[in-house]
C-alpha cells in the first residue's frame, strides 16, 4: 500500500508563533490530500484537503502545500495558539483505490503558552 | 445531526470471545470505514463499504468482518478476539463524492 509518513514526530513552538507540519508521500497517482487533528481521546478532525491539481490552499489560519514534484504536502498554522496542541495527521487517498485513505503516522505538535 | 457515533467507548474482551463494535451517521452519507489505531501509528483501514449492501477491504481486515444493510449503520464484527486486536478503533463516514471523512470518538478495546 500508499506510505505516508512525517519528517518530525514532535514539534514544539511558541504561542503566537507558526507552526509547519511536514509529510511525505510515496505515491504520485495520489490525487486527494487530507490534514486531520486529533486532539487526546478524541476522533481525527478533518482540518483542510486540497487536491492534486492545486498546489496550495488556505482556510481560517491554515495553509496546505502541496509539492506533486517532490511528494511532499505541508500544514502551515498562523499564530499558533495553545487549542492547537494536538496530533496532526496526513491522509493521502490513492489515484487507484477510489476511497482508500492512506494515513500518516501523526506529529505532536506542543504550543507553550 | 449527532453526526458519527460508536458504543461502545470501552470494552475489555478475553482471548477468543467475539463481539460487534457499533457505528451509525445521520448524515445519509454512502461511504463509510473502519479503521484501528496503535499508539504511535496512523489510522489503518479495516474495512470500509461505498454504500448499503457493498463491503471491501482495506489494509489490515483479517479478524473482522462488517455487513452493512442500511445507509446509516456499519457494524463491525471481532469473530475471535486476539490480544493483537487491542486497539482503539474509530468509524468513520462521508458523502461518497465530497470524500471528506468525518471520524466518531472511538471504541477503545482491551484484549487480554
Not at chain 1, 7 to 36: M, R
Not at chain 2, 5 to 16: A, C, D, E, H
Not at chain 2, 47 to 71: F, L, M, W
Request: charged fraction near 15%.
Amino acid at each position: 500500500g500508499e506510505s505516508v509518513g512525517l519528517h518530525l514526530p514532535t514539534l514544539s513552538v511558541q504561542e503566537g508563533d507558526n507552526s509547519i507540519i511536514n509529510c511525505a508521500y510515496s505515491n504520485s497517482a495520489s490525487d486527494y490530500f487530507i490534514w486531520y487533528k486529533q486532539e487526546s481521546g478524541k476522533g481525527p478532525q478533518f482540518i483542510i484537503d486540497i487536491r492534486s491539481n492545486m498546489d496550495k490552499r488556505q482556510g481560517q489560519r491554515v495553509t496546505v502545500l502541496l509539492n506533486k514534484t517532490v511528494k511532499h504536502l505541508s500544514l502551515q498554522i498562523a499564530a499558533t495558539q495553545p487549542g492547537d496542541s494536538a496530533v496532526y495527521f496526513c491522509a493521502e487517498k490513492g489515484g487507484n483505490n477510489f476511497n482508500k485513505f492512506y494515513f500518516g503516522s501523526g506529529t505532536k505538535l506542543n504550543v507553550k503558552p | 445531526n449527532a453526526g458519527v457515533t460508536q458504543t461502545p467507548k470501552f470494552q475489555v474482551l478475553k482471548t477468543g470471545q467475539s463481539m460487534t463494535l457499533q457505528c451509525a451517521q445521520d448524515m445519509n452519507h454512502e461511504y463509510m470505514s473502519w479503521y484501528r489505531q496503535d499508539p504511535g501509528m496512523g489510522l489503518r483501514l479495516i474495512h470500509y463499504s461505498v454504500g448499503a449492501g457493498i463491503t471491501d477491504q482495506g489494509e489490515v481486515p483479517n479478524g473482522y468482518n462488517v455487513s452493512r444493510s442500511t445507509t446509516e449503520d456499519f457494524p463491525l464484527r471481532l469473530l475471535s478476539a486476539a490480544p493483537s486486536q487491542t486497539s482503539v478503533y474509530f468509524c468513520a463516514s462521508s458523502k461518497f463524492l465530497t470524500e471528506t471523512q468525518y471520524f466518531g470518538p472511538g471504541t477503545r478495546l482491551l484484549v487480554l
